[in-house]
T-cell receptor, first 114, second 110 residues
Framework: NAGVTQTPKFQVLKTGQSMTLQCAQD?????MSWYRQDPGMGLRLIHYSVGAGITDQGEVPNGYNVSRSTTEDFPLRLLSAAPSQTSVYFC?????????????FGNGTRLTVT | RKEVEQDPGPFNVPEGATVAFNCTYSNSASQSFFWYRQDCRKEPKLLMS???SGNEDGRFTAQLNRASQYISLLIRDSKLSDSATYLC???????????FGTGTQLKVEL
């Protein structure tokens, strides 16, 4: 199993550009989520999904869209990048939220918006 | 009150020392808790889960105090390799969300 795979690892965008951060897991996990991590702020939940076709907002959803068309994939879209979105982004999954299982993280995407 | 609060540190301790971190949470309905370890510029990795009063794994002990709504992490005989940021994680939002504390930085020195 590859676990949780995130691409790209690094990305530089100009203000106003759009892009999609990819996240895929091969563990048949129901729950997937996106976090951003900024200095002094810890990890903050952007969006999450409890299963295919179901998504919900986390703590900081503005400026981001998600979809969950399959169990395996949970892409994060930035429609019009802003410098405030410069951050490290982590995708994470759990088998299911009721199992008390730990989060499995991807390696992260380091995004810079200029 | 924040949903999850941690002392950011840094905690600078000599090798071999015992060090403890606390994490307070606001949701009294939370049932399970986690400590994650994060090395610089890496993804967080699970260190310990806490479901009842506590859990022990080698040099690491996690304890839960439901009455005062905090969990603690105790590290005995600190090693240089223990230097990292330790993140407290608590289920919130009816259990569908996992909220992270900002982390406590530990530096173990010779």
């Amino acid at each position: 199993n590859a676990g949780v795979t995130q691409t790209p690892k690094f990305q530089v965008l100009k203000t106003g550009q759009s892009m999609t951060l990819q996240c895929a897991q091969d563990m048949n996990h129901e729950y997937m989520s996106w976090y951003r991590q900024d200095p002094g702020m810890g990890l903050r939940l952007i969006h999450y999904s409890v299963g295919a076709g179901i998504t919900d907002q986390g703590e900081v959803p503005n400026g981001y869209n998600v979809s969950r068309s399959t169990t395996e994939d949970f892409p994060l879209r930035l429609l019009s990048a802003a410098p405030s979105q410069t951050s490290v982004y982590f995708c994470a999954s759990i088998r299911d939220r009721g199992s008390n299982s730990p989060l499995h993280f991807g390696n992260g995407t380091r995004l810079t918006v200029t | 009150r924040k949903e999850v609060e941690q002392d950011p540190g840094p905690f600078n301790v000599p090798e071999g020392a015992t060090v403890a971190f606390n994490c307070t949470y606001s949701n009294s309905a939370s049932q399970s808790f986690f400590w994650y370890r994060q090395d610089c510029r890496k993804e967080p990795k699970l260190l310990m889960s806490v479901y009842s009063s506590g859990n022990e794994d080698g040099r690491f002990t996690a304890q839960l105090n439901r009455a005062s709504q905090y969990i603690s992490l105790l590290i005995r005989d600190s090693k240089l390799s223990d230097s990292a940021t330790y993140l407290c994680v608590v289920p919130t939002g009816g259990g569908n969300k996992l909220t992270f504390g900002t982390g406590t930085q530990l530096k173990v020195e010779l």
